[in-house]
């Protein structure tokens, strides 16, 4: 194992903020991710995985562990279902391209989420009506005290809205190392009635739309909402949209009738956090080297130089301000470093 010092973090996430890390590994090999855990024991460690979903604020002083394990395998399949074993350091997007390359479907809606494989259990990522419970059969995973591996199952997880028990109760104790998704062969069930899938596959006049042709519209879509990082410093949504119960939101409509909304459950909605932001005028809103993108008012930007205290203190800034004119509070997708 080869541990660097004083390495930067800047090309290693996708706000493109400069920080820097004391020591850094990458880790290509999980036994060299064993040994390192081992010589590490009790140590304070900092696990990087595809940069996507976190805002640093200050350099890293201790060791950073940097998740890089390669591969895509079929485990396990019959005639209308396969199971994919992706390693944790592949690229979200990529594995996605590679899924409908070989015609694998349920993860088309997920198309063009930044971030790798290995992350995405832990924020439960979703999109267009899709969230990664939907395909998910298992994950491997590292225990960082023990060393010793252990497999979760879809209920082990304790899958929710952009949360996971490796949020919540296992945080920081274990490295997922590969994820195996439960894919359909044939016969695909196609999800387009969220957002604006039917409408992008009308504008390309596609009646009996494929998996590739739903992948394509959310492609489309998100092209046009969001920015890419290897433009503009970001990392995709920066908040949560809330969820409130039906009593709250009916209180919401009597003082904004065109709030929009989701229905969760019988007693639970959904409202978008974007639209409450770009209510309370933040929307395209630029302070400096660092704002909110005019497009989508979900996503914070870094400009050029921006320094991530700044955008930390821009999204209190924007919570405060919600809460204040909506009583509704919302939480931040991307951790805070």
Request: glycine residues 6%; hydrophobic residues 35%.
């Amino acid at each position: 194992m080869t541990i660097e010092h004083n390495v930067s973090l800047q090309p290693f996430n996708t706000f493109g903020l400069e920080a820097k890390a004391k020591s850094y590994c990458n880790i290509t090999d999980k036994t060299v991710l064993s040994e390192v855990l081992k010589t590490n024991k009790n140590q304070p460690l900092f696990i990087l995985g595809g940069g996507s979903n976190m805002l640093l604020t200050k350099d890293i002083e201790t060791l950073v562990l940097h998740i890089n394990l390669k591969g895509i395998e079929v485990v396990n399949e019959s005639d209308n279902t396969v199971f994919v074993k992706a390693m944790a350091g592949e690229n979200w997007h990529q594995f996605v391209l590679w899924c409908l390359e070989h015609n694998y479907g349920g993860i088309e809606n997920l198309s063009l989420i930044p971030g790798n494989v290995g992350t995405s259990p832990i924020q439960n990522i979703g999109a267009y009506g899709v969230e990664l419970k939907d395909v998910f059969e298992s994950c491997e995973a590292i225990n960082v005290n023990t060393q010793d591996i252990r497999t979760f199952t879809k209920e082990d997880c304790k899958f929710g809205y952009r949360e996971s028990v490796f949020k919540q109760d296992l945080k920081g104790e274990y490295i997922i190392t590969s994820v195996t998704f439960k894919l359909s062969k044939q016969n695909h069930q196609l999800h387009t009635d969220y957002g604006a899938i039917k409408q992008q596959l009308q504008i390309s006049n596609i009646v009996k739309p494929t998996i590739k042709d739903v992948s394509n519209a959310v492609i489309a879509i998100r092209q046009s909402k969001l920015p890419d990082p290897k433009d503009i410093g970001n990392s995709g949504s920066f908040f949560k949209n809330p969820v409130i119960t039906v009593e709250e939101f009916k209180e919401l409509q009597t003082n904004f009738p065109d709030v929009p909304s989701y229905k969760v459950s019988d007693t639970l909605v959904k409202v978008p956090a974007g639209w409450l932001i770009e209510q309370a005028g933040f929307k395209g809103k630029r302070f400096n080297d660092y704002g909110v993108h005019q497009k989508q008012a979900l996503v914070l930007v870094n400009y050029g130089n921006a320094k991530g205290s700044d955008i930390f203190e821009l999204a209190q800034l924007i919570q405060k301000t919600i809460k204040r004119i909506f009583n509704i509070s919302i939480e931040t997708e991307v951790n805070i470093i």
